[in-house]
């Protein structure tokens, strides 16, 4: 294939017998090429340091501790991861929700799709009475039938931007737009909604820490990588921002 770091080949057999290890990628071959170059140029650094160790993977690490360090996270840091993420550390919130789902189809306009919906959003701030009635006429959803009810929801249990708009409502709320999914468009009202309890920061503190460091950690790592192939001679394949499993 015509690959070599620093004028070292990377051959087909290599490829042939390292492949098998990334089957489950999106693109195997990608992911192997670049998992090789990689470790060529990591061992090869270690070579340039002295850095030794029981076998390559051992040496691999050694060269890591040696050269990428972050500091840990302080208290501050994790206060404020702490404050700014409060709902993966709340457990026991629970919102009973109801929406009318209009799905997007090939043989509707999502221009008429959304006059509609914006149709009915507007009928029910005037009249959410009508909400369950609504919902069994118009939402592309089976629980339509049951006048759109969802049922009670934890967190994690809809699509992101679903979730964001649910959450944040108070009980007997309807969402003043419409929520936008890959589902469709949807009209939402939270019906209750439970808070939960958020544990202590203390509780948490050294789970968020550790997360922080390795957030970190990882960070220095690309940067120490990118450093490694922008000094290094690589010929047949190009590494822009390529991530190896050796790292994740």
């Not at 890591?64 to 709902?87: G, I, Q, T």
Request: net charge negative; proline share 3%; glycine share 6%.
């Amino acid at each position: 294939m015509g690959i070599s770091v620093n004028g070292i080949e990377i051959t087909d057999e290599a490829i042939e017998k390292e492949i098998v290890h990334h089957q489950k990628a999106e693109n195997p071959l990608k992911e192997t090429v670049h998992e090789l170059v990689l470790r060529t140029l990591l061992l090869q650094e270690a070579d340039r340091l002295g850095v030794d160790g029981e076998d390559d993977d051992a040496r691999i690490e050694a060269l890591f501790a040696r050269e990428v360090h972050v500091p840990e996270a302080d208290e501050a840091a994790c206060e404020a991861y702490y404050r700014s993420r409060k709902e993966r550390y709340t457990f026991g919130e629970l919102v009973e929700a109801r929406h009318i789902l209009f799905q997007v189809t090939p043989n509707v306009s999502l221009e008429f799709l959304r006059a509609t919906a914006e149709s009915v959003l507007e009928e029910l701030q005037r009249h959410p009475e009508r909400f369950a009635e609504m919902a069994k006429t118009y939402s592309n959803c089976p629980s339509g039938a049951l006048g759109g009810s969802l049922g009670q929801l934890s967190r994690g249990q809809t699509v992101s931007e679903f979730e964001r708009v649910l959450f944040r409502l108070a009980e007997g709320e309807l969402a003043g737009r419409l929520v936008e999914t890959r589902f469709g468009l949807h009209i939402v009202q939270v019906m209750k909604h439970v808070k939960g309890k958020l544990l202590p920061f203390s509780a948490v503190k050294a789970q968020i820490a550790e997360a922080l460091t390795q957030e970190a950690w990882h960070k220095a790592l690309h940067q120490y990588l990118q450093i490694l192939v922008g000094k290094a001679d690589i010929q047949g394949v190009k590494l822009e921002g390529a991530v190896s499993p050796l790292v994740q």
